[in-house]
């Protein structure tokens, strides 16, 4: 049995981290988060330790560490995405391995900070990156790797995951700590796309707004008109107002829906991890590369052919 501490424990993602913790046969030792509404650990763990102080948590980890049965194996981090890198480097450094939310951080220099940190420590770091575990993407990945190697497929992805009011007086709406929606929420299918399709090749974006954001991608084997957006009005019409989310990605025509079947996706993922087979850093470049010079991108008219239907 592994023992755990969650940094961000009163979020909306932490319950699935617990839930992972627990269903993998782990103990969730300590939890910490500036807020103080997380009863739902009762539910799932209720003998954990809880703090509210950074300072607090992190003296108490380093009392665990006396004893090997106590010492925490993990640190799993839920807090806000600027949140991300000082976090795991704190993990790190209490002699943790670390698994945390996307988007690990927001560019590759603090990819390679974090791997300084990983040789001080001689600890590893794991992102959780879900998409790899569906399997309607590991079916299309199979397809992919099947097809005749000189096949480029004509890919039209579209990735709506609507969100009220709140979305944008949150941090999540403030680009300084979530790095704007294209980073927050894109970075799951840029990664996706490269984990089915191989290298990128070209990058252009066609639209970046606060809600919205849209481009054209090319790997290896794929080309590849991408929309985003949280704006519900966005949903197409057989979908609003019965469904708040709409994940199509649309293969020369055939269309393939995945919004359903990401419940039980952190479970997979710390099971991977738990087994050595875990993402680590460099599985994580590609995709905050990809957002790093998309963030940075100047929107420019995209050329015939490469423009989401919804933005032309
Ligand atoms: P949230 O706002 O609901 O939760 C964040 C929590 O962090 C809050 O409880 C907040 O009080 C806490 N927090 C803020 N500052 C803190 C600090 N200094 N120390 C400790 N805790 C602090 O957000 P969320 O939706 O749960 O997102 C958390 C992370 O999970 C983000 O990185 C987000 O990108 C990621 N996320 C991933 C998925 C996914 O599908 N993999 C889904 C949602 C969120
Ligand atoms: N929801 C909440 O109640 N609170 C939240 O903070 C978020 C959602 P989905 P997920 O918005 O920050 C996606 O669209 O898949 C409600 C991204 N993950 O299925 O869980 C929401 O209003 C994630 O990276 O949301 O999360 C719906 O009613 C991103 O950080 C319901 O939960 C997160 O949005 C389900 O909403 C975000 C993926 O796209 C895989």
Same mark, same amino acid.
Not at 135 to 152: F, G
Not at 284 to 291: F, G, K, L, Q, S
């Given at each position: 049995m592994k023992n755990f501490a969650l940094i961000?424990a009163?979020?909306?993602?932490a319950p699935r981290h617990m839930r992972a913790i627990k269903d993998t046969g782990n103990r969730l030792s300590v939890a910490y988060? #500036? ?6 650990i009762d539910s799932i763990s209720p003998q954990s330790e809880f ?6 948590f992190?003296?108490h980890a380093h009392q665990l560490k006396r004893n090997p049965a106590t010492a925490l194996d993990y640190v799993a981090i ?5 949140? *991300? ?6 993990g790190?450094?209490l002699g943790a391995d670390v698994i945390?939310? @996307? ?20 600890r590893r770091?794991y992102? #959780? ?13 199979? @397809? ?49 796309? *490269? ?44 979908? @609003?107002? @019965? ?5 199509? #990605? ?16 952190h479970t997979t993922s710390y099971r991977e991890i738990l087994a050595g087979r875990g ?34």
């Amino acid at each position: 049995m592994k023992n755990f501490a969650l940094i961000g424990a009163a979020g909306y993602i932490a319950p699935r981290h617990m839930r992972a913790i627990k269903d993998t046969g782990n103990r969730l030792s300590v939890a910490y988060d #500036i807020n103080d509404s997380v009863g739902i650990i009762d539910s799932i763990s209720p003998q954990s330790e809880f703090f509210t102080e950074f300072e607090h948590f992190y003296e108490h980890a380093h009392q665990l560490k006396r004893n090997p049965a106590t010492a925490l194996d993990y640190v799993a981090i839920c807090s806000p995405n600027y949140l *991300h890198h000082p976090h795991i480097a704190a993990g790190l450094r209490l002699g943790a391995d670390v698994i945390c939310e @996307k988007p690990l951080v927001p560019t590759p220099e603090l990819l390679d900070e974090l791997a300084l940190v990983e040789k001080e420590t001689g600890r590893r770091v794991y992102n #959780i990156l879900q998409l790899r575990h569906h399997d309607a993407i590991l079916k299309l990945r199979e @397809k992919v790797a099947a097809a005749p190697a000189d096949r480029k497929f004509d890919v039209e992805l579209t990735y709506i995951t609507s969100r009220g009011k709140w979305y944008m007086e949150s941090w999540k709406g403030d680009p300084r700590k979530s790095f704007g929606v294209a980073t927050n929420i894109g970075v799951h299918f840029y990664d996706m796309l *490269h984990f089915v399709f191989g290298q990128l090749q070209r990058n252009v974006v066609h639209y970046s707004g606060e809600s919205k954001a849209a481009g054209y991608l090319e790997y290896e084997r794929a080309r590849v008109r991408w929309f985003l957006s949280i704006d519900a009005n966005d949903l197409p019409d057989a979908v @609003k107002g @019965k469904k708040p989310t709409f994940r199509s #990605i649309d293969i020369s025509g055939e269309q393939l829906e995945f919004s359903e079947g990401f419940t039980e996706l952190h479970t997979t993922s710390y099971r991977e991890i738990l087994a050595g087979r875990g993402y680590g850093l460099a599985d994580a470049r590609h995709c905050i590369e990809t957002v790093n010079v998309i963030r940075t991108a100047q929107p420019v008219r995209g050329a015939a052919g490469e423009v989401h239907p919804f933005v032309a």
